[in-house]
């Protein structure tokens, strides 16, 4: 070309073009043949690879002919055509030459510009108004004008005529496309003079299209949501352009008010270019918006939600549109949100998940972390079973302590059902088999009940988040203990009775009877395996209740000799059991969970020194206490469990006790003892007598040196044992008293009132004469009530038993004899204790209450005796 024009920044090619044949003032079609672009036959040969707009994209040798003809760099060439903003703002099929309206807002033809900047430039136009995400000029500070102020007709829907000479900064629309000649007259309004909305600087249009600039230039979206998680430019403007088509659509206009400035809005309802796309009036938001002040809207509408720094904002924003559906369009859920468009991205499904979250069951929000960072569940079968080996069956107290709401479900029901809750997390698990996967402590049903009592509590979100912090903290790091192991060990051998004397002889505690070893097993069993207490071994069939009251109390008040010792114990079963290198126990930090607000009490609080003073030598003292310092029980219990309280000083008497028995020490050393015990065969009672103390002292001073005593007395077996007939007619007829009749047998009165036990004959009280009421009738008893037939009032719990053995429940049984359910469950249970066996099958949902099978011949035997 003898005559060169250089393109203006960022100029589109057909612009240049048309600038082109201006300066040369030739046919626009001659000058395209002339570079070696020619025109696209109307009929006839379809074959050539002809494009209807050369501004889509070039071919290497088109832009090389190009090149060569006017002296511009085929790399300025290239972009000059919207194929420099393919894969950021639209997307182009290279082969066919088209651009997909369907994705990215992508315009075939037609362009919005700027009046102020045609006249700036002499009429030449920049290649982003091409773009659908183009609507304001950020320079001018003015909505882009979308049509000719003369003939109302979009620039640029078609090329310009090849046979005639361009006038840049004028419409070049033809009136018809179908006969390309001299003859077809052609719209020459100026678009300069086109009026459109004016902005001030900080209005949000303006910013927003700053920002999707910046967004497209770099190929990087790293604002609001995006900071924490930068996106491609065409991820993020998919986003966008997901939710804008559903504002476009769900909105009414009437409510766009709340999403957009008003000015915009006026700008939208008085514009309505011509030649609007069916598609586009049909469904808003699937195709690029027609105007630029409809685009405004969307796009500012849409950076309400996607423009937020934070998650919860931004769900709370796009929640609206989650729960109102258009007429022919699905509700939707958490499984269709891909439906709102291609190519979108992690974050809109982050925030789509936010915004369903409230709606979702308890569970489900789980599975899809909506309360922290939503993602569909992903976690394999194998990452499921990992997590449940670092689980116990019951989650950690010093977890369900702080989980705990106040009037909620007790700790022993919600502690299993929160650690199948921690299986759910990312997973697609059911209920049960996540129960099933930590040992069934609970069933399905159960954790249902227990995560939407929470909700009704209104703790659930703080509750959720902190097991979804739990599920990732055990993902990521683990546990020092395998709990599945943990699970499947044999505890029968655990703490036998010499280890647990031993333990007790060493730590100054008394070790009490069967019933306080077979606590000591139960939680020892709780703590070693992480399963409820009611799976252990010795757990009793009968007195459930209070069974497992002395058992929080003992856990509660054990002293740290003691603590040290049953330590020492689970190591060594570990260690017998082939579990080496694990800790007894361990919880995970409880730091996870700051910053919650969460609905139980923090153990952190209590003051340890002062609430080892206030429970110190008292028996009930761990409620007293958590009145005190205004918190629960069960964070008193876990602060006594991991700082035990120090024993009580002993009293005067315990001193006296303790001098006495140093003397007796002294005096009976270990060969001193052994000597006259083994082997001059002196009883203890002679040895006791001997040195002033009593037998039973003499006996522990034994077991202390390592002495193994002999089975008895040796007039023991001469004298044989005391037979029933006789005690009752000393005893009971002849209203002797204990003490006499142990003195006519030479053995202790603790003795005799043991063969009483044993034969079934009712104790009288202490200090006091036959109880006539305990002693009727008991002489003609039937075997199986000895047992029951002792203590004040033995009848009239017997009878009691016999009255409640009618009715469905005890709370039916308390209502009509005029008593309470905890007095009936107390005598109920003295009875079940002293039997050694249940009576009755407490009665549950569904099912009455029933008596068992001793329960039935306890009841025959009753009626035999008052029959008698």
């Known amino acids: 070309m003898p005559i060169r024009l250089a393109p203006v920044a960022g100029e589109s090619l057909d612009s240049w073009l048309e600038a082109l044949s201006h300066r040369l003032q030739t046919r626009h079609g001659d000058v395209l043949a002339a570079l070696g672009l020619p025109a696209r036959a109307r009929s006839g040969n379809r074959d050539l690879d002809l494009p209807f707009d050369w501004t889509i994209v070039l071919r290497d040798h088109e832009a090389g002919a190009l090149a060569h003809a006017t002296g511009v760099n085929p790399q300025q060439l290239h972009a000059m055509t919207l194929a420099a903003f393919d894969g950021r703002a639209v997307l182009i099929n290279r082969e066919r030459r088209q651009v997909n309206r369907r994705r990215l807002w992508g315009r075939a033809t037609g362009s919005r510009y700027c009046p102020d900047c045609l006249a700036e430039s002499s009429g030449r136009w920049q290649l982003d108004w091409r773009l659908g995400w183009s609507f304001a000029c950020v320079r001018h500070h003015r909505l882009l004008a979308d049509s000719c102020p ?8 078609w090329p310009f005529s090849r046979y005639g000479i361009p006038t840049p900064g004028y419409c070049g629309y033809r009136s018809s496309r179908s006969a390309d000649s001299v003859d077809v007259s052609r719209c020459t309004g100026d678009l300069t003079l086109a009026k459109t909305l004016c902005l001030p600087e900080d209005h949000l249009a303006l910013t927003a299209q700053r920002l999707l600039s910046d967004t497209i230039e770099n190929d990087r979206a790293d604002f609001g949501l995006y900071a924490r998680l930068p996106q491609p430019a065409a991820v993020a403007l998919s986003d966008l352009r997901a939710i804008a088509g559903r504002i476009l659509a769900n909105v009414n206009p009437a409510d766009l008010s709340a999403w957009a400035p008003k000015d915009v809005l006026e700008a939208h309802f008085t514009t309505s270019p011509a030649g609007i796309h069916h598609r586009a009036q049909a469904r808003p938001g699937f195709m690029a918006p027609p105007t630029a002040a409809i685009t405004a809207i969307a796009v500012i509408a849409t950076l309400r939600i996607l423009g937020e720094t934070r998650l919860a904002p931004a769900a709370k924003a796009l929640r609206p549109l989650i ?17 709102w468009g291609r190519g979108t991205g992690l974050v809109l499904r982050t925030v789509q998940l936010a915004a369903l979250g409230p709606s979702l069951r308890p569970s489900d929000q789980l599975r899809f972390r909506t309360l922290a960072t939503p993602s569909a569940p992903t976690n394999t079968s194998a990452e499921i079973s990992r997590r449940a080996c670092a689980l116990p069956s019951e989650l950690w107290p010093s977890w369900v302590v702080r989980l705990s709401p106040a009037d909620g479900a007790y700790p022993r029901i919600l502690a299993p059902a929160l650690a199948a809750s921690v299986l759910l997390v990312g997973s697609r698990l059911e209920l049960n088999a996540a129960s099933a996967r930590l040992g069934e402590a609970c069933d399905g049903l159960t954790v249902s009940r227990v995560l939407q009592l929470l909700q009704e509590k209104q703790c659930w979100e703080p509750v959720a988040t902190a ?69 252990a071994p010795e757990f009793p069939m009968a007195g459930v209740a209070a069974f497992r009251a002395e ?53 952190a609080a209590i003051d340890v020194e002062r609430l080892h003073r206030l429970v110190c030598g008292r028996r009930n003292a761990v409620a007293a206490a958590a009145k005190v310092f205004g918190t629960s029980i069960e964070a008193v219990r876990l602060t006594l469990e991991e ?52 037998r039973n002292t003499v006996a522990r001073l034994a077991i202390k040196h390592g002495i193994e005593l002999r089975e008895g007395p040796q007039d023991y077996k001469r004298r044989g044992v005391v037979e029933r007939d006789w005690l009752f007619e000393q005893y009971v007829t002849r209203r002797r008293t204990l003490p006499e009749i142990a003195r006519e047998k030479g053995m202790s009165t603790a003795n005799m009132a043991r063969w009483a036990r044993t034969h079934g004959i009712p104790l009288r009280p202490r200090g006091g004469a036959s109880h006539h009421n305990a002693m009727h009738g008991v002489d003609a008893a039937p075997e199986i009530l000895w047992p029951l037939l002792h203590g004040e009032y033995a009848l009239e719990r017997l009878r009691r038993f016999a009255a409640v053995s009618a009715y469905d429940t005890l709370t039916a049984a308390a209502a009509t004899l005029g008593t309470t359910q905890s007095a009936l469950t107390s005598q109920i249970t003295r009875l079940e204790r002293d039997l050694g066996e249940p009576l009755l099958v407490r009665a549950e949902r569904g099912s009455a209450m029933q008596l068992t099978e001793t329960g039935h011949a306890v009841l025959a035997a009753l009626h035999q005796l008052d029959d008698r």
Not at 323 to 339: F, L, P, Q, Y
């Open 467 to 535: 097991l979804i912090r739990l599920a990732n903290y055990l993902d990521n790091h683990g546990s020092p203990i395998d709990y599945r192991r943990r699970r499947r060990l044999d505890y029968a051998d655990l703490l036998p009775p010499g280890q647990w004397k031993a333990i007790c002889r060493e730590a100054g505690y008394p070790p009490g009877g069967e019933l306080r070893i077979r606590i000591a097993r139960c939680v020892l069993f709780r703590r070693l395996s992480g399963m409820p207490l009611e799976s």
């Open 323 to 339: 729960t109102t559906v258009r007429d022919g369009t699905e509700k939707t859920t958490a499984s269709n949100i891909d439906t």
């Open 643 to 694: 700082y035990p309280a120090p024993p009580a000083p002993p009293s005067a008497r315990a001193c006296a006790i303790l001098l006495v028995r140093d003397a007796v020490s002294q005096k009976l050393a270990p060969d001193e003892f052994r000597r006259r015990y083994i082997d001059e065969h002196q009883s203890l009672r002679a040895i006791a007598l001997d040195v002033g103390v009593s």
């Open 551 to 603: 058992a929080e109390r003992f856990a509660a008040l054990r002293t740290p000799l003691l603590s040290q010792g049953l330590d020492y114990a689970s190591e060594t079963f570990l260690a017998q059991n082939g579990v080496h290198g694990e800790a007894v126990n361990w919880h995970p930090p409880t730091d996870l969970l700051d910053g919650l607000d969460l609905p139980g009490a923090d153990p």
């Open 150 to 157: 003369h003939c109302a007709r979009t620039p640029r829907l």
